[in-house]
């Protein structure tokens, strides 16, 4: 049983993962024997990110940078990351972004930049590897969704419609990829305590309230998601696609 969650020496691209939760999850990865390929928007922070990783874990650590937003950079960044280091065997859709504003008082500007780094850059990244993976007949691709790929809230209405078509991307990636051997699902966190929402768990009412709305009465520690991105990455997972998989708390099973 050991040896399916057995993730060691797969190479593995995790999208926005200079800092934050992305980092976390490289880190979980790399702890586990990953060679985890970072990637941020600069090169130098990136770079720099990987050297702690590397540092901390003793794992082979690389960097990349690019814009998620933009596919044609991603094609002839990821075509000279294949050259360089291989097709990765993993790759984690985790860029994103949040602005929050009433509906009514929502910039479009904003709307478009959350569905671009949402939405749009899972499509782009993953369509730029998915090819290699097929021709290889392997590959674990895991998009990052959210609560809000369920649930709403006000203020945020571009955010959770991004997530929503993310695990819609999700479903429909894993009706055109399964028959080559990639397994893609989703991975949706409940309110964990990351730099983007900072803000939030500061509050001491909005606390209060994630505590009474969550069946667990506490925010998720960015760690709490390794073990099922393990699964998730590992051949554990090899005939599960498609799949939504909510890491939350129970928020999701309550009303």
């Not at 060679?35 to 130098?44: A, K």
């Not at 097929?134 to 203020?155: F, M, P």
């Amino acid at each position: 049983m050991k040896d399916l969650f057995d993730i060691r020496d797969r190479l593995a691209l995790v999208t926005g993962s200079t800092r934050g939760l992305g980092n976390a999850l490289a880190r979980g990865l790399a702890e586990r024997g990953a060679h985890v390929i970072l990637h941020g928007r600069r090169q130098e922070a990136a770079d720099e990110a990987a050297r702690i990783l590397a540092a901390e874990t003793g794992a082979q650590v690389d960097a990349v940078a690019f814009d998620v937003t933009d596919a044609e950079a991603v094609k002839a960044t990821t075509a000279a990351l294949i050259e360089r280091l291989g097709v990765p065997d993993i790759l984690v859709n985790n860029a994103g972004l949040q602005k929050r504003a009433p509906f009514n008082d929502f910039d479009p500007a904003d709307w478009d930049a959350v569905l671009a780094t949402n939405l749009s850059s899972a499509f782009y990244v993953s369509r730029a590897l998915s090819p290699a993976m097929s021709e290889r007949g392997s590959g674990k691709i895991v998009n990052v969704g959210s609560v809000q790929s369920k649930l709403a809230r006000e203020t945020i209405v571009p955010y959770a419609a991004s997530k929503g078509g993310v695990a819609l991307l999700t479903q429909g990636m894993a009706a055109d990829l399964a028959r080559y051997g990639i397994q893609v699902n989703c991975l949706s966190p409940g309110y964990f305590q990351t730099d983007m929402n900072q803000a939030l768990w500061q509050d001491a009412d909005f606390n209060a309230w994630i505590e009474k709305r969550t069946p667990a009465q506490r925010w998720g520690q960015v760690e709490e998601l390794v073990g099922t991105l393990v699964y998730l990455c590992s051949g554990a997972s090899d005939f599960v696609s498609g799949q939504n998989v909510f890491v939350d708390g129970g928020m999701t099973s309550v009303v």
